[in-house]
């Protein structure tokens, strides 16, 4: 916690607004080795297990982040969350239930890769979402600073979330379960 003098310079977590482009900083690949799922909350869940821990490179962690709070003081992002605890998927769908939006992957994924892709814990990522105006205006700056990035899709106004133009998830569903869990927890 600490106190923001520029109230200018807040962003919202989640997606703001359909049409939105989205891209996920700090890596060129979206398709992620089997490995990225030892440690990994889904490795937990579904195997009852932790068997590794996901590495942090300091240097690489500084870099993303000085970056991001530069994106965000030169107004070029809309919204970013970190990616890591539940993967690429988990990311996307909170940035979803908070901004009541869809999202489409239009980076196809590699479906022998499609449970580490999306579940798949890496460090030192961040989804961010921009207007489609900016897009020469960020990778000219990640460029810059040759940050690593690859664009993954895009902002929808329906309920559903839509992973290589076949595999739809409908968010209102998971929202419920969602919100019901929280409840649960809570109590």
């Known amino acids: 916690m600490g106190i923001k003098k520029n109230s200018d310079s807040i962003i919202k977590s989640g997606f703001v607004k359909n049409n939105d482009l989205v891209y996920l900083l700090g890596t060129e690949n979206?398709?992620?080795?089997?490995?990225?799922?030892?440690?990994?909350?889904y490795e937990n869940y579904f195997y009852k297990s932790i068997s590794g821990i996901p590495s942090i490179s300091l240097e690489n962690e500084k870099k993303l982040h000085d970056t991001n709070i530069s994106l965000i003081e030169k107004k070029i992002i809309k919204s970013a969350n970190d990616c890591s605890d539940g993967g690429l998927l988990s990311t996307v769908i909170e940035k979803c239930f908070l901004?009541?939006?869809?999202?489409?992957?239009?980076?196809?994924?590699?479906?022998?890769?499609?449970?580490?892709?999306?579940?798949?814990?890496?460090n030192s990522r961040i989804v961010v979402s921009i207007d489609p105006n900016f897009e020469k205006k960020l990778t000219t700056e990640l460029e810059s600073v040759k940050l690593p990035y690859v664009k993954i899709g895009e902002v929808t106004n329906d309920d559903n979330l839509l992973i290589n133009k076949s595999l739809s998830l409908?968010?209102?569903?998971?929202?419920?379960?969602?919100?019901?869990?929280l409840g649960q927890i809570s109590n």
Request: charged share 25%; net charge negative; aromatic share 8%.
């Open 30 to 41: 979206i398709n992620l080795s089997e490995k990225t799922l030892l440690g990994s909350e």
């Open 99 to 122: 901004g009541s939006t869809g999202f489409k992957f239009t980076t196809e994924l590699n479906e022998s890769l499609l449970i580490s892709s999306l579940f798949g814990e890496v």
């Open 170 to 181: 409908d968010l209102s569903i998971l929202k419920e379960k969602w919100l019901n869990k």
